[in-house]
């Protein structure tokens, strides 16, 4: 196992970022934002996406009140998790100190080291899940008990309530489970029974939901499938950019470092406790490869995908360093491998003084983005301005949305669409941004009809005002952060 250093470096690892993004910016990215919104209350379902990972933000949010420390503190929590679910997996199949590596070397995955810690939500939960999965299948081929069937049985009903690409992880890895003659008969336990049960139970109150919610469920997952017309020539080209994409930066690491030697098989694989029989782990991670590329043939043969993205690839690839240095066990005596362990080092360093860095950063480009939003001026000139919170926030942008409810946690905030209705609870406080700055009419100013997005919904039983303030870390030649607001007692 790791030694105390060890869990004490990854440990200061996401607690630094919990530290840094907590103080960089009281703003919200789109992804927090969209927690900060659903968390407001408990329910089966959430749109597009399952709901564990609101579920536990909702939790956080209980324990510790709603605010960017309790965003920041769930998801690194999670990455922390799933850092430590794979080495506990490598444990299974090499040296400790090479399954240490083996984890770590998911930092320079960019969807993982980089992409994860600026603004994933359910792909870090999903990724998290699919660890944790893969470790207790992997457990199952050592040493198969009743209670890891059981426990298997809770991992995949959590994961189906994670991100509902999970069940596509699933049904590839029990296949590679199910095509090894040395691996199938986990699959032949009756405890599997058991498992089957387990997690149907969990995922039984999402799975009604979902039943009568499904186009609501389902319209984005297709959206984001079809993609762009182009057909099968486009997804067959889309194809490898996406894999080459969420493996570069490691795959060239791994082949300066090491190169003949990634290719020179290891010598043996590893055994089981006492008299478990052998796991062939090359011909198990072999038969994975090829049921993973005929998935995404199908999905573009016959499923009509014409675009991948490299963060799809999340739940299939996170174990793609565990694959390689199982595969590869004399690494551990290669004489470059203290060499990696330096790389990683300063890129842990370098991911988490860029992320801190990038929003001062935005701002000097002049071109700032969400954590640049002067959240903090804008809650205290609203304050300024009568509105203490409590009551109803209408508001079309989900980012505004977010900053306000963490700010005004008393007060519901309701993403305004087509079909939202004028809200009962008093006071409301109706707020857009704007791009068009110090243009509105006196006529406008005095019909909120003549507005868009939430302020429409006013109508004329309050006036509408204007803020500008600068962006933050913004310098006089930015053009301000401008929005709209009417406040009705």
Known sequence: MLDRSGWSWLLLYFAAHVVCRTLVSPALELDEAEQALWSQQLQSGYGAQPPLYTWLQWATFQLLGASVFSLSLLKNTLLGLTYVLVFLAGRLLMPAGLAAVASACMLLLPQIGWESSRDLTHSVLLTTMAAATLYVVLRLQFRPSPWLYLLLGLVIGLGALSKYSYAAFVVLLLLTVATGRDTRSMLRSPWLLAT????????????????????????????????????????????????????????????????????????????????????????????????????????VLFGGVTHFKDRWMLPFLFCAPLMLFSSRLHLAEHPRLPWLRRVLLVVALLTLVLLTLRVPFHAMRNRPDELNVPARELVRALRVQGYNGGGTILTSDPTLGGILRLAFPAARVELVTGTTASPLGRPVLAIDSTSRCGTMTEAAASDATQHPGALRLLGTRAPIREIALPYAFGDAALAPACYRYGLLP
Do not use: C, E
């Not at 049960?197 to 319209?219: D, E, K, R, S």
């Not at 486009?234 to 996406?242: C, H, I, Q, V």
């Not at 030697?261 to 782990?281: E, F, M, V, Y």
């Open 196 to 299: 089957a049960a387990v997690a149907l139970l969990v995922v039984a109150p999402h799975a009604l939901w979902l039943l009568t919610h499904w186009q609501q469920a389902t319209q984005g997952t297709v959206h984001k499938l079809a993609g762009a017309a182009g057909g099968i020539g486009r997804g067959l080209a889309s194809l490898p950019l996406a894999l080459a994409a969420f493996v570069a930066p490691w795959a060239l690491v791994m082949l300066a470092l090491f190169g003949r030697a990634l290719w020179r098989p290891a010598p043996g694989w590893p055994r089981g406790p006492g008299p478990a029989p052998a796991l062939d782990i090359v011909a198990f991670w072999r038969r994975y490869a090829v049921a993973l590329a005929l998935a995404f043939l199908g999905m």
